[in-house]
DNA sequence: TCGATTCGTCGAAGCGCTTCGACGATGCGG
DNA sequence: CCGCATCGTCGAAGCGCTTCGACGAATCGA
């Protein structure tokens, strides 16, 4: 591997002058520029990305710490995934991949010895223990995700209070008045993970605001949790006209469940679906849904990321504007039957 | 942050001999240690990354390509990142997430800047480009998946020629003749990725050798692309009595067709897949099932990288044997049928 | 009892880069 | 026409660690 010498030998230069020909950090003229990348082609010089952050301290690596474990939301993970590290590159960071459970040990190691430029946390839950370590550190770092106490800390994410109003408001402006929700699985309730308290918060708000007669339940995955949830909506809320789906693994089995006991989409049930759009489409009946912009999120995570580097300014809660894409799911009820 | 020096200072030694406590690699007296690990903790020192790069060429890192883009497979994928992240930790190394649509290039800059000490990539098409690529780096590689040429690469995968060849002995067992191949969608086909060409060969291999009556069909994703798949293999092959099912996006809308079409799993059609364990127990009929072990393969691939750099011996194409679980899809074909 | 080992520690060199201060050569305004 | 700022480049220091050779002290076999 040839080393900055070897270029600034090769190109009769001193390695100071290369080194501010790769920064552009001083005025180089044209000639010992070309000169300079010329030796640099030939050589195929890299430079050494330790010997980089020791001198600089800084890494051009992004931490990014993932729920691995195989449990809920894969293609969301994914996505955000997808999302981070294709902005990273885009603004030349790698990405160093973290579990969650190496929690709070996991972050410190890869902080104190830095190993990362700043993080990238997604799946925080209401008061994640992670947050005061994260404050700690000299790190920047950006939440996908809305904890109880983020002061300090940037968080971006969906709006999922809006998400939820925005739901309740299609189906009443439908004229649905007896809406059931389908949450997320009880475990998703437990760990406190903050998209399903905004989303239910705004679910109840919104729920009071316009006068409508809902109730709430979560769902344990699978065919036997989706038919007791529905089960026990039925039960606390007969003759609904409507069920708001935000729970992507339900979805399907849910749907399944309604068709077996003759109920069509939308003629006897309308239903709005929070999930990614590929999902939404990729069901018997296209969804009327509000998409989880996991693209945009994790993009804007990283621009975040980028912008604290620099000491820009940035918004410290970001919380994107839902939107819903009407599909075909759900239908207007007649007046007669309110 | 504090440095070696600190620790050193504070310990009453020299910085030589806080490295030599933290590496082992000499022998440092027990009371020398003690003081030096007292003092390490007391300053919370963390060795700096890049300088341990410098000095000593290893990063501790490895570079996992994946394919992020969202097509096929995620929640595999998904497992076998889980699976690397999680072994990698294990061998005290972190994992650097390179997508794989930056191809070659990708490889070369972290290979050439040394920001990681060696590779393991997936989703491999059997001409793969990115091979020559690897042979010229100085680190080592790994591969999920088999390519045509990988003299000197190591290959870890499940051998899904054998996969094939149980599903299809299993189903002879059960005294089925006539049996389809729901293949991996054209585009797979397509990229010529290698597991879809090995099962395939397999599947043609052991049908001819059992004296079977076999078609196979890719099957484009979605419910049409399933729809057509099966009429298209109904077609050729009329009367069958079993479907091997290598394509884990087909299976649910493959399920769901069957039953619309009042032919029942299994009593008038089995089946076999291949795909993740769980999946095969999350359908509405649990699923007889050759697993694809994508914890085994990437912890696998994770130790041969570790062995390979620190120079072991290791097997350089290690073929993982499938093992078929039988669950409630497949029903023994009385005599009379045949 | 003495030379040869082994043990435990130190000092210094060096890994490959960035960055700061310095300095000659230009260009400019007055 | 001179002083000053700017331009383009260089040299050297230093980032924090590992590792090699050296060296006194303790240990050992004969």
Known sequence: MPTINDVARAAGVSPSTVSYVLSGRRPISAETRARVQAAIAELGFHPHAGARALASSKTNVLALVAPLRVDVNVPVIMQFATAVVTAARSYNHDVLLLTKDEGT???????????????????????????????????????????????????????????????????????HQRIGLVGPSPAVYRRQTTYADRFLTGFLETSAELGLRTVTHPCEPGGEGVRACL??????????????????????????????????????????????????????????????????????????????????RVEYTRLLEPSLVERDSCREISTSHR
Not at 106 to 134: N, W
Not at 137 to 160: E, N, R
Not at 234 to 239: G, H, M, T, V
Not at 254 to 274: F, M, N, Y
């Open 231 to 312: 089960a026990e909506i039925d039960a606390e809320l007969p003759a609904l006209t409507a069920l708001v789906v935000h729970n992507e693994e339900a979805l399907r089995p849910l749907l399944d469940l309604l068709q077996a006991t003759g109920r069509r989409v939308p003629e006897d049930i309308s239903i709005v679906a929070i999930c990614p759009r590929d999902v939404a489409v990729s069901m018997p009946v296209n969804l009327t849904s509000i998409d989880i912009p996991a693209h945009e999120v994790g993009t804007l995570a990283v621009e975040t990321a980028m912008r604290l580097l620099d000491g820009r």
């Open 105 to 175: 040990a996991g972050l410190e190691r890869v902080a104190h010895s830095t190993m990362v430029d700043a993080l990238i946390l997604m799946d925080l839950e209401r008061d994640d223990l992670r947050i005061p370590a994260l404050r700690r550190l000299k790190q920047p770092s950006v939440l996908i995700g809305l904890p109880a106490d983020h002061t300090g800390i940037a968080c971006v994410d969906l709006d999922f209070g809006a998400a939820a109003k925005a739901a309740l408001t299609h189906l009443a402006g439908h004229g």
